[in-house]
């Protein structure tokens, strides 16, 4: 369970920053309503650690917009560790968020949508590659670094890897365009990543998106090292 206070921190952070991210739901048209628009992101919850895999709404908060303040609820979940996920509607000029409203509207459940975003952003950006990246390590990419953060999502992927690694697969997604990752059983490439998570995130600065690190076993993820103290 997320505890109170880390909610409470992060309502703030989101009801200031909300309008200032340059994607608020004013600005969805109705061309850009379709359900082969929407897209799913991953973004940083600091000081949470929800140590279980699922999507839990973040819930109200006030934002001020043109001079007025307003209640909303965008479609955001918090998912794991110290990330959340916003559903969005993506075009070529804008990525905008979805208000609970919209998301409604598309009539699936929140487990549904996330499929579909996942497909939608696999056939627009392409099917996640693999680099090898330093250290042993593999980073994860597709046509846009926007969302390469999103292929954590796509768990038909990471099946496919736990095939080849069956004692499980421990990945990194300290920014949006960079989601890293080693077999469990490469000791010396994840100890890579836990020395090197904490200045990998803070060195992201806006682009940041978590400080922990995760493992990918029997078909789920989970908290492998907890996000770093703020």
């Known amino acids: ?28 048209t109705d061309a850009m309503r379709r359900p082969d628009n929407l897209m799913i992101v991953l973004r940083e919850s600091g000081g949470s650690n929800k140590p279980d895999e699922s999507l839990k709404p973040v819930g109200k908060g006030k934002v001020i ?12 979940f918090f998912y794991l560790g110290d990330m959340h996920v916003r559903f969005v509607y993506d075009s070529t000029n804008v990525m905008a ?19 579909l975003a996942v497909a939608n952003i696999k056939r627009v950006y392409g099917k996640p590659g693999i680099v090898p990246w330093t250290g042993g390590l593999m980073q994860v990419k597709g046509k846009s670094p926007d969302v390469d953060s999103s292929y954590f999502l796509d768990r038909e992927f990471w099946r496919g890897l736990l095939k080849q690694n069956p004692a499980g697969v421990v990945a990194a997604v300290p920014k949006r365009g960079g989601l890293l990752f080693a077999p469990l059983s490469d000791a010396k490439a994840v100890d890579g990543l836990r020395k090197g998570i904490a200045y990998l995130h803070s060195s992201s600065e806006r682009m940041r998106v978590s400080s922990a690190l995760y493992l990918f076993k029997d078909d789920h993820w989970t908290v492998f090292q907890a996000p770093q103290a703020q």
């Open 65 to 76: 917009f043109d001079g007025q303040e307003r209640e909303v609820q965008f479609a955001w």
């Open 1 to 28: 369970m997320i505890e109170r206070r880390q909610a409470a921190l992060f309502a703030l952070a989101f009801c200031a920053n909300a309008f200032s991210l340059g994607s608020s739901s004013a600005q969805i």
């Open 97 to 115: 968020n979805l208000t609970i409203e919209d998301f409604e509207k598309l009539r699936l459940s929140p487990d549904e949508a996330l499929r």
